[in-house]
């Protein structure tokens, strides 16, 4: 990545610290170390080859946090080169000691928002999100920075919750504590709950963009996403609109199952029939 890109664009951003996620980072940090469910496997299986990554590949993680896919992708794979963005200068931070502490020269972190990301199209081989869309105001927008900043033949990892009381908790309790710390806890950016997407929403979401390969798949407490995007030139790959409705429509009724990770050998799509 270029630092200097990086330095600037976290120079450019609000200087706020008007969130939940600044003032109870603690707290999220520990619910993304014991209650959040761990996808390294999955992810893993998803976007790299039997073998790991080629060296030099670059991985982002959005909404990283306290760093937890960053860091345990770049210690498992040396080959590695993953950049963890989010907003909070103290998650941020948590995530920076973390790498320290695992002495992981390959891992960086900055802080950035994800609505605009600091790096040129095309130059990112894999991207990781998980439970970011549930307090994002625009996850369309989103998706459209993922599709952006991808290489040719990128893929991108996405995993949402779709427990509504069991996801929405977290949020709920960051606000209880907020309200019994500080007189000021109507100010923080963070919607008052968690949006947990429904199936048709969630594919939706996903099919915004033009994939050359996508797939969802669900288990009993997340939905997830594989897309590969294109080598043709954005402008050359038209809306597939019907295509879309039958996929929500079949998405929708079809039954939950558990989740299998595609294999080398096998498209994107494919993985997910």
Known sequence: MDSSNCETNACSLPQTT???FERLSWFYALCREYLFRDHTEEIAHSLFPPAGPAPGTRLLELGCGPGFYACRLSEEFPNLRTTGVDLSFSLIQRAKDRAAARHLSNCSFQRADAHSLPYASGSIDAIVVSRLFLIVPDKEG???EIFRVL???GLCFIAEPTSGFRTRLPLALMWLLARL??????KYREPQQADVMSRPSFASLIYSQSWAEAGLQYDGWYQYAICRRGTAPVAENSPKTEHLANLIRAQTASAASHFVPPTVD??????FS
Request: aromatic share 0%; no cysteine.
């Open 18 to 20: 008007d969130s939940l």
């Open 142 to 144: 989103i998706v459209r």
């Open 151 to 153: 290489k040719p033949s």
């Open 181 to 186: 710390t500080t007189s000021a806890a109507g």
């Open 266 to 271: 096998r498209p994107v799509t494919a993985a």
